[in-house]
């Protein structure tokens, strides 16, 4: 074996353990990485409390490089392993790994620059990695293409709603006035939205019996207005649920091959090809 195939050969097996599942070692990254992500959205939570931060603040610096550099391995690799790597550097999940990943670096090289304190705040982009759980998610698929499906519909009940919120606004402004809190229309609709999701602030509340009879009138309709789009995108997903048993064709596929060439997903089980670029999937 030559060593241009040697190469192939090593970046093939890494790429089928780093990007699919189908295989055991495949299993086990996903798994430990899966465990990585949780401990350091923990730790991130953990070290935004002062009192534990100052009590266990070496234990977290410590635990936080461990997981930043078991990431920074990951992400090379990841950019290795792909005969494109700008596909997956520019990608969703490329720039989410990137921007979970250097703000520990950040705050090491700047981190004694009291100027430039400001940027602690990059830390919270480690929160970035609770995204990458989105890889863990196939079989959330077919919900969300329910709400895919639901869209038009869901469109068009807020545009309604929207409509609604303009009209009790407006009436409520002429009703209770400037002296009651309703200062312009604008202030009216952000009462009628904040009321009719039944949030409730408290910070601008009607005096009139009549604007007191409406806003009971709108605290009503929106028990109402919260159930529809729960109940559009339940009869989507109940109708790919039919679907999906008359056709016998899984809506949600098992095959976890990714594509080494131009990494699309999803592909059909048992597909021996990409269906984006064409490209042989490693089988």
């Avoid at 979970?100 to 400001?118: D, E, M, N, R, W």
């Avoid at 002429?174 to 602030?201: A, H, R």
Wanted: charged share 15%; glycine share 6%.
């Amino acid at each position: 074996m030559s060593k241009t195939e040697s190469n192939n050969n090593w970046r093939h097996k890494l790429h089928d353990i780093i990007y699919e599942a189908d295989t055991r070692a495949g299993k086990i990254f996903d798994v430990v990485l899966f465990i990585a992500i949780i401990a350091s959205i923990i730790f991130v939570m953990l070290e935004s409390i002062k009192s534990f931060d100052a009590k266990y603040h070496k234990f977290l610096n410590i635990a936080e490089w461990v997981i930043t550099i078991l990431f920074t391995i990951e992400y090379i690799a990841r950019i290795l392993t792909v005969k494109k790597p700008y596909k997956y550097i520019f990608s969703f999940y490329g720039i989410i790994d990137f921007l979970s990943t250097i703000p520990k670096y950040i705050s090491l090289l700047f981190g004694g620059i009291h100027a430039l304190a400001a940027l602690r705040a990059l830390r919270l982009l480690r929160i970035f990695r609770i995204l990458k759980l989105a890889r863990y998610l196939g079989a959330s698929n077919l919900l969300a293409s329910a709400i895919k499906s639901s869209k038009a519909k869901i469109s068009v009940f807020l545009f309604a709603v929207l409509i609604l919120c303009i009209i009790f606004g407006t009436l409520m402004y002429l009703i209770e006035g400037e002296e009651s809190g309703f200062t312009s229309i604008p202030v009216s609709v952000y009462w009628c939205i904040v009321t009719l999701t039944t949030v409730g602030f408290g910070d601008i509340a009607p005096v009139t019996p009549l604007g007191q009879f409406i806003a009971a009138l709108i605290m009503i309709l929106g028990y109402g207005i919260i159930a529809v789009p729960t109940g559009i995108v339940s009869a989507e997903y109940t109708a790919l649920g039919k679907k999906k048993d008359n056709t016998q064709t899984p809506l949600v596929s098992l095959n976890s091959q990714s594509c080494e060439n131009c990494l699309a997903e999803d592909h059909r089980d048992g597909a021996e090809y990409c269906y984006n670029c064409g490209e042989k999937l490693h089988i």
